[in-house]
């Protein structure tokens, strides 16, 4: 039987189409995000996820699997050793598809084909905004404790001296005041 086994052509031969599929999976694992048609979108996104099924087990054997579709050395090392580790638990739908509407020239349905832990720039930029003043806290809590200790003895000490000062005052003002009472 034949079931399943079909593909979209995409109007092209066989070698522009392999060529035009190995270059998006590489842009995408790259930028994480592509922008493109629906129809492009939704056939790299088979192989897409395949590969990346396949990155989740850093091997000599899978990395030459890979390999021979993604030629760029970097993207393939990132591909193993950042995107294939944080898809580890999950099993399968690495991809989403986002529509965006239609294309001006030719009314083409666009969307943007993106890994599901994919995070905007605004976003990372405020992640990295509060990973900042995480660690501005962090570095000021100890001298923080230290200020507040030192401030603590002070007033220790201070009210300490207070008292003792004031206890004779006290004590005085207290016998000044029981003779004036007889």
């Not at 593909?7 to 066989?14: M, P």
């Not at 998006?24 to 694992?29: A, E, G, Q, Y």
């Not at 492009?40 to 579709?69: F, P, Q, W, Y």
């Amino acid at each position: 039987m034949n079931h399943r086994k079909g593909f979209n052509k995409l109007n092209r031969n066989a070698s522009h189409r392999k060529a035009l599929i190995r270059n998006m999976s590489t842009v995408l694992f790259k930028h994480e995000r592509i922008e493109t048609t629906k129809a492009k979108a939704l056939e790299v996104r088979r192989h897409a996820e395949k590969m990346i099924t396949r990155a989740k087990v850093d091997s000599v054997h899978n990395r030459r699997v890979v390999g021979e579709k993604i030629k760029d050395e970097a993207v393939l090392a990132k591909l193993f050793t950042d995107i294939g580790p944080r898809m580890k638990e999950r099993n399968g739908g690495y991809t989403r598809v986002l529509k965006l509407g239609f294309r001006a020239g030719d009314a083409a349905e666009m969307v943007v084909l993106e890994l599901v832990d994919y995070k905007l720039e605004g976003e990372k930029k405020d992640e990295k905004k509060a990973a900042k003043g995480k660690k501005a806290e962090k570095a000021d809590k100890p001298a923080a404790k230290a200020e507040k200790k030192a401030d603590k003895k002070a007033e220790g000490s201070s009210k300490n001296r207070a008292t003792a000062k004031a206890k004779p005052k006290a004590k005085a003002e207290k016998k000044a005041e029981e003779p004036k009472e007889e």
